[in-house]
């Protein structure tokens, strides 16, 4: 996944997609993306917040099975 994120639009689509499957790995992956990325404090923690949450959030759905 790493060679396929270069840019906000890419993370947010990704997040997107992965959010849709209730993937938290890659949630987490794309966590780590964006931690590694060059950019001002407030957009790193706001990134930060948005995966934590939806990484929560996924714990918090029903079994749908």
């Known amino acids: 996944m790493h060679a396929r ?3 906000v639009t890419d993370l947010m689509t990704a997040v997107a997609r992965a959010l849709r499957e209730g993937d938290q790995a890659a949630l987490f992956e794309l966590l780590e993306i964006s931690a590694n990325w060059l950019q001002p404090d407030a957009e790193a923690g706001a990134q930060r ?3 934590e949450a939806m990484i ?3 714990d918090n759905i029903p079994d749908r099975g």
């Open 56 to 58: 929560e959030a996924i």
């Open 49 to 51: 917040a948005i995966l």
């Open 5 to 7: 994120i270069h840019t």
